[in-house]
Each structure stands twice: as C-alpha cells, then as structure tokens.
C-alpha cells in the first residue's frame, strides 16, 4: 500500500510540473463556469401531481406561454439551467392560478429543481415541482468557458532527459544542492532512543527541595 501511494505520488508530480530550460510550468486547472451561471432555456418542464387520486401530469410549456390542468393553470415567464461545468439544476419563473379555488392567492415566484421547498404554491389539492429546462439555448447566455493559463512556477528549474520528464527525483535547493523528494528506503529506522536503553513512559519525579532544615520536637515534660 505504501508503495502504492509513492508510486501515485511520483506520477502526480510528473504530470504538474513540464520541464523546459528556463523555468517550470504548472498544469492549468480544467476550465469551469463561476457558480453564479446559468443558461437560458425556451421550455420548462414541470410536474403537477394531483393529490385526490395521485394522478401526475407531466407539462412542457414554452416560456411566454401557459398550459392548464384541470383547473390550475400554469404560465412560464423564463427558465434558466446550469452549465454543463456545475452541478445540474433548473428554475422555472411560473405563475400558478386555481380557478377552482377563489380563496387561494396566486402564485408568482421560482421554483428550483434541486431545491423545491425554496418556491412551493402552498395549494392543498395540486403538488407543482419543476423537472427541467430543455430547448434551445437563449438569454441569459453563458457564453464560452473562460480560458485558464498554465501558472508559471517562479524560482524552479527542471532537467529534460530522454523520457521528456524530470527522472532524478529531487529538486533544487536555495544552497545548490539535491534535495530529496522521499526518504532513503534503504536507511535503518531507529527503533529506540540514542542512548541505547529503553524509554520509560513514567515522567522522573522532580527534584526535592533543598529547604531549611526544621530543629526536633522539644520533649514535653510532664511525660518524663
């Protein structure tokens, strides 16, 4: 197992770092979207579950559009997903009507795929969950993956040999001389403290107090 890890080690060290003649070169980092992106879709997919017989609906509306069941009627206003870089999730702009119910107040919000007690309609006949955003791609847009630059490692050189990479394992110091990337496996390990004798787990006992020393107790006289 440890020869394992020092074999994943090396390979890893290989691969971040390219020898050239002058200075090393680090691996860019995969190119990724920031965390706050998301792309526009033309149609919504959304869920309506009717909980008197658990009857569930499946809606693809186009944004701008509504479609209705039974007595709910559903408007997509926009729906928006993440790239394809970051985690998969979708949110619908909807507008949610119950005709057959007067006294329930409408509702105008996101709803989030992932996320569904973030936006809920509150209805106690109709469960609405968005399933996804599919379509072709509108705004916002999430334009091209940003470019992302090899770091330049300041301060390091490498050798180039035949096999293209740096095959001596060890790295330059500030002194000029070889540093080891891994201990010598070859050396003996100490299994016990230079002096030669066994450790004792039991700290010493301090040393005693060099105080005065106190006269004997005078003899009491009515016992002689």
């Not at 105008?108 to 007690?117: R, T």
């Not at 500030?174 to 016990?192: F, M, N, T």
């Amino acid at each position: 197992m440890t020869n394992r890890f020092l074999f994943a080690g090396a390979a890893l060290l290989a691969l971040s770092v390219t020898s050239s003649a002058s200075a090393a070169v680090g691996v860019a980092p995969p190119a990724m979207y920031p965390a706050n992106t998301w792309q526009g879709r033309t149609q919504a997919v959304i869920r309506v579950l009717d909980r008197l017989d658990a009857h569930i609906e499946t809606l693809t509306i186009p944004v701008g559009a509504n479609a209705s069941y039974r007595t709910l009627s559903v408007a997509v206003e926009a729906c928006v997903s993440r790239p394809e870089t970051l985690p998969a999730d979708s949110g619908a702009l909807l507008h949610l009507r119950d005709s057959g119910d007067s006294a329930r107040p409408p509702f105008d919000g996101w709803m989030l795929q992932n996320e569904p007690s973030l936006g809920t309609y509150g209805s106690s006949l109709y469960d609405v969950r968005v399933v996804a955003c599919t379509g072709d791609r509108v705004a916002p847009d999430a334009g091209p993956l940003p470019v992302i630059k090899a770091p330049q490692l300041a301060g390091t050189t490498a050798t180039e040999d035949e096999g293209g990479t740096d095959q001596s394992g060890s790295s330059s110091s500030s002194e000029g001389g070889a540093v080891p990337l891994a201990p010598d496996s070859h050396a003996p390990i100490p299994l016990a403290p230079p002096s030669g004798g066994a450790q004792s787990l039991v700290p010493p006992a301090p040393p005693a107090s060099a105080g005065p020393s106190l006269p004997p107790p005078a003899a009491d006289p009515g016992l002689e």
